[in-house]
């Protein structure tokens, strides 16, 4: 499985895994696109009396439903990875679509609670699946891509469907069409997700079924073995985690700070920031994606399985909080412009975030890489809930410190939490690069299984 050259089988589970995050990219930037115009069609508006809490409410429903879903899911996936796979996108599909029959605001919040919980299961089940169908070489590419670029793509696409639908229909309409389009790439993968074979690792080290590992092994990397000797792992998640706890809870400490910073621009940047730099929602939108994301994600491709996880994530997270440090300090001094504040905020905001923790951290590589295959769902589901926890922190924080505070103190505050993570990864968090038992330090007594190729 380590040393497979990478293959169809390898970007199948890619394109399988990824447009789950398409689909999550979609829902969860689009709402930032529409919430305004959201507000406004229920009577909304900044004069009313709960004005920033229907505002947190609507951006941050489906981030505590995220939360939960993660949980939830993480538990389920002990029993088996394939098992509840497509599970996650029927969840998403069915509540994205229902968003059109949200006939007043507090429906639409529940709405977004469930479609959340679809949510944070696929941001468990698709990086455990993909990252232990992975070859050694390849895995974080492949993760990064299929994770960070491919949530990209989906925010730019709804940022499209915004551009194409404007021009024709109403504004309560618009915002309808806009997050209902989210069930179109979620329904559209169950198919091939419901095909997608078990995962060898769990075979072998949760069942212990070495015929049936052979038989996966046999389709997966075209290999005749026969093993003999016992391949389960007899150990428990306490016997992992008082080992190795100080590595699992600065994962969760990381994506918890990381997603405060994202999702502060991913749910309000379309609306408060870009207003502020004279844009409109799917112009700033675009911008972002094209001119920062998509350059940062692709920087981090072409180094992430030569370099390592750590040093670019580290260098991500100051660049960050340098960056939105002076969009804070220019605002501050009265000399920002459009031009400045863009490329401050792009640079900080987008580039430096794919280029190092959103595709790393924000990818679950972390909670995929450091947790043996025995715990595995269970690291990831708690290192997402902690980030969706952030995300959802952001949904409350960022709009009451910026309309309340404003901008300066709001981006102090986010370019601080930046630089704290930056330092964590420093201190707790060990290289990754390699192979997932070396990483995860699985123990695997191979003095006690015999290999024998056919």
């Known amino acids: 499985m380590n040393k497979k050259k990478f293959g169809w089988f390898h970007a199948r589970s890619i394109l399988t895994t990824g447009m789950g995050v398409f689909t999550d990219g979609y829902d969860l930037s689009s709402v930032g696109l529409v919430l305004a115009i959201i507000l406004t069609s229920y009577g909304i508006t900044t004069n009313s009396k709960n004005y920033i809490l229907f505002t947190s409410l609507v951006a941050g429903s489906a981030l505590i439903g995220a939360a939960v879903g993660a949980l939830i899911f993480g538990e389920l996936a002990k029993m088996g990875r394939k098992k509840f796979y497509g599970v996650d996108v029927l969840i998403l599909g069915i509540f994205a679509f229902l968003q059109i029959f949200a006939v007043n605001i507090y429906l639409l919040i529940i709405i977004r609670l469930i479609l959340g919980i679809g949510v944070g299961a696929d941001y468990v089940l698709s990086p455990v699946i993909m990252g232990e169908h992975s070859n050694e070489r390849d895995r974080g590419k492949s993760m990064a891509f299929g994770f960070g670029l491919m949530w990209g793509f989906g925010a730019t696409v ?11 229909v109403t504004s309560a309409e618009l915002w309808r069409i806009v997050l209902a389009a989210g069930a179109i790439p979620a329904l559209g993968v169950i198919y091939l997700r419901r095909k997608m074979p078990e995962t060898p690792r769990f075979i072998a080290r949760i069942v212990g079924d070495k015929k049936k590992f052979e038989d996966e092994i046999k389709y997966v990397a075209h290999r005749e073995v026969r093993i003999e000797g016992d391949i389960q792992d007899k150990h428990n998640f306490k016997y992992y985690f008082k080992k190795y706890k100080r590595q699992y809870i600065s994962a969760m400490v990381l994506w918890f700070l990381f997603d405060q910073v994202a999702y502060s621009g991913i749910l309000f940047g379309p609306t408060l920031i870009a207003k502020g730099l004279g844009m409109t929602p799917d112009g700033f939108t675009f911008l972002m994606e094209l001119g920062f994301t998509i350059p940062g ?18 260098s991500g997270f100051i660049l960050m909080g340098s960056m939105l440090l002076l969009f804070s300090l220019f605002d501050s001094a009265g000399i920002m412009t459009p031009i400045i504040g863009l490329l401050l905020y792009g640079i900080g905001m987008n580039f430096a975030s794919q ?8 990818s679950g590589m972390y909670g995929v890489e450091l947790s043996p295959t025995k715990i595995r769902s269970q690291i990831q589901s708690y290192t997402v809930a902690s980030g969706r926890i952030g995300a959802s922190m952001a949904a409350f924080v960022f709009p009451t410190l910026f309309l309340v505070l404003g901008t300066q103190f709001a981006f102090y505050y986010l370019s601080s939490l930046a630089i704290v993570a930056a330092a964590i990864t420093f201190l707790f968090i060990p290289e990754t690069l390699g192979s997932l038992e070396n990483s995860s330090n699985e123990k695997i007594e191979m003095k006690d299984i015999a290999v024998f190729n056919e």
């Open 158 to 168: 709804a940022a499209v469907t915004y551009l194409v639908f404007s021009p024709f």
């Open 297 to 314: 994600g692709l920087f981090l491709l072409s180094l992430i399985d030569k370099k390592g996880r750590k040093k670019l994530q580290i």
């Open 355 to 362: 280029a190092g923790p959103g595709s790393i951290t924000a």
